[in-house]
């Protein structure tokens, strides 16, 4: 039986009564394109661009205490998406419980990696491997700041099973479990925060079979130098008698900000090894003919602020798969506007 959360609209008009509102809206957007060169192996001359997509932000405060916020994107040839459509209150000081549509809460790039937040361009391969680019949640979070620890934790529809851990973003519910999760932060110093990620829930629509994923992450700051990086690994439970599928993947990142330029570099490594899903996956009674990938890649790239609300960058990108007969190069260009 499918089941949803009930609309932010619902919470939002509970708690803005008539005369007591005093509503603030802020208005953000932004817009990237991307031009490639490859991935089929260098020197090519062939360049070709791609990844238009933009967003606005609707966000600010109904009345005191209730604050919300809308992110529609567009892109060519598609319908209007959804990052984030959610209504929240605030509990007491550092303590705040949104309904809705969010961005989950699991290790920290999944929460910033819009096209103005990040210095590269792709995403860590990690991404996409272990669970969806731009993982969202429909369901409930609750945030808190309490000292040096900063935590947040939801439970909401959870991810479905599909043909790989990158594909089972879903909106709807396609069983009676509700998925949990969330990431604990502790500021050591003031440069340097470590955290740790959980996600469980039953991804079948029989709601047998778990997906279970476990997550750190660890980041240091100077005035102008980042190193920042994280770990996943997903398992999901199979009918017998296939053995357990998993993802498991981690990346670095290192960047040096000086002036105007920040060059960065980033390694990444993942894998993804199951015996029942990919290619041909149709449900429990259609197996797929398994996954099995190992991959690396290095990323070096530059971003170059162009004015207070532009970003310019260049990435090179060379990676391998195992049991590949070589490496495979990619240049990537973008080009990011925010407001």
């Known amino acids: 039986m499918k089941k949803s959360f009930v609309p932010a609209l619902l919470l939002i008009a509970a708690y803005a009564a008539p005369g007591t509102a005093q509503t603030a809206v802020n208005v953000n957007g932004y817009f990237s394109f991307d031009a490639i060169r490859g991935p089929a192996g260098l020197p090519s001359t062939a360049w070709s661009v791609t990844n238009l997509w933009g967003g606005l932000i609707f966000s600010g405060s109904l009345s005191t ?17 959804l990052t984030q459509a959610w209504a929240g209150i605030t509990v007491s000081q550092g303590i705040g419980i949104k309904a809705g549509l969010f961005l989950v809460p699991f290790g920290k790039y999944n929460t910033a990696r819009r096209p103005y937040e990040t210095t590269l361009i792709s995403d860590p ?19 808190a ?16 099973e599909a043909a790989d851990f990158g594909s089972g973003q879903q909106f709807s519910d396609n069983n009676r479990n509700k998925a949990w999760g969330g990431r ?19 991804a079948d629509a029989a709601n047998e079979r778990a997906i279970t994923m476990v997550g750190a ?3 240091w700051a100077s005035e102008s130098i980042r190193a920042s990086g994280e770990y996943v690994k997903a398992t999901i439970e199979n009918p017998g008698p296939f053995d357990k599928g998993t993802a498991e993947g981690w990346f670095g990142l290192l960047e040096i900000r000086r ?22 996956f149709a449900g429990a009674d259609v197996p797929g003919t ?13 971003a170059y602020s162009l004015a207070t609300n ?23 260009a973008q080009a990011a506007l925010h407001f």
Do not use: M
Not at 67 to 78: D, I, K, N, S, V
Not at 129 to 134: E, G, Q, S
């Open 184 to 202: 604990l932060g502790v500021a050591l110093s003031t440069s340097l925060e470590v955290g740790g990620s959980l996600y469980r829930g039953k």
């Open 65 to 81: 205490g209730v604050t919300f916020a809308l992110e529609p994107t567009f892109a060519p040839g598609e319908s209007v998406g």
């Open 125 to 143: 391969d990690p991404i996409g491997t272990a669970y969806p680019v731009n993982w969202r949640e429909l369901g409930l979070k609750a945030e």
């Open 259 to 280: 002036g105007q330029w920040t060059p960065a570099a980033s390694y990444q490594h993942s894998r993804a090894d199951d015996p029942f899903h990919g290619p041909g």
């Open 290 to 302: 398994g996954i099995s990938r190992n991959g690396t890649r290095w990323a070096f790239g530059v």
């Open 310 to 332: 532009v970003l310019l960058k260049l990435e090179y990108d060379r990676g391998r798969e195992q049991g590949a007969d070589g490496w495979t190069s990619t240049i990537r």
């Open 145 to 160: 700041t309490l000292g040096n620890f900063n935590a947040a934790l939801f439970a909401g529809n959870g991810l479905a």
């Open 217 to 219: 992450d660890a980041s």
